[in-house]
């Protein structure tokens, strides 16, 4: 079983649309996780970390359950510009290991 | 957010030879992480780099390959060891912001093909 797993998509969207993706991990002692972004031969970019009590940037809404190891991102009114590969991310704050990313769900938005 | 130069953006190297990444930081960073992402797939980590010590290597991952240094608190190099074309893939360094809830930046990546 992959410790972050997430469904890769593609999600094809028409643009104004909400999207949501979700994502489950396997270690329970996780303790950050981020949704990044990844566009086309780029490097991954935060979009937002993720706190159990839910936390909303602007059109982006994250939400993470500690108790099943669930998080989510959802995009309302979706942009064509939102068009990317988006990773669930999950880090240990302790010990040498950095992050473990997801597989990544890709979305494309189209006009 | 920190700021990470990593170079060289890309490259093509001849199966057998060597190269080495760097990656400069624009301030002091306890951790570097190195990561790569092979065609389609998503990021896995290679090693991480400690100021004063040896690397940590993941499973998978061996110094003989993947020799790393970290000369100072801004600063690494990744070298890719006898290139095959199994190593094509793009090498991202990391760090760790200084709060975390502010995630990991990365550089831009290299981009490593291996003919």
């Known amino acids: 079983r992959k410790e972050v797993e997430q469904d890769p998509g593609p999600f094809n969207v028409p643009e104004g649309a909400t999207v949501a993706f979700n994502c489950t991990y396997s270690?329970?002692?996780?303790?950050?996780f981020f949704w990044y972004r990844q566009d086309c031969r780029k490097e991954p970019k935060l979009l937002m970390s993720?706190?159990?009590s839910g936390n909303e940037d602007g059109r982006f809404t994250a939400q993470l359950n500690r108790a099943s190891q669930y998080i989510s991102l959802l995009i309302r009114d979706s942009k064509l510009s939102d068009s990317a590969t988006y990773l669930c991310v999950v880090g240990m704050d302790t010990g040498r290991r950095a992050l473990t990313f997801g597989s990544g769900t890709r979305l494309q938005v189209q006009p | 957010s920190a700021v990470i130069s990593q170079k060289p953006s890309r490259d093509i190297c001849q199966r057998g030879t060597s190269l080495t990444i760097q990656c400069q930081v624009d301030s002091q960073v306890t951790m570097m992480f190195w990561y790569r992402q092979q065609p389609g797939q998503s990021l896995t980590l290679i090693a991480t780099?400690?100021?004063?010590?040896?690397?940590?290597?993941e499973s998978g991952f061996v110094i003989d390959k993947f020799p790393i240094s970290r000369p100072n608190l801004t600063f690494s190099t990744l070298t890719v060891s006898n290139m095959s074309p199994e190593d094509s893939s793009i090498y991202l360094c990391s760090v760790r912001e200084p709060r975390g809830a502010y995630g990991y930046t990365f550089g831009s990546g290299t981009r490593l093909t291996v003919v």
């Open positions: 270690n329970s002692a996780s303790q950050s």
């Open positions: 993720v706190y159990s």
């Open positions: 780099a400690n100021q004063g010590s040896e690397a940590t290597y």
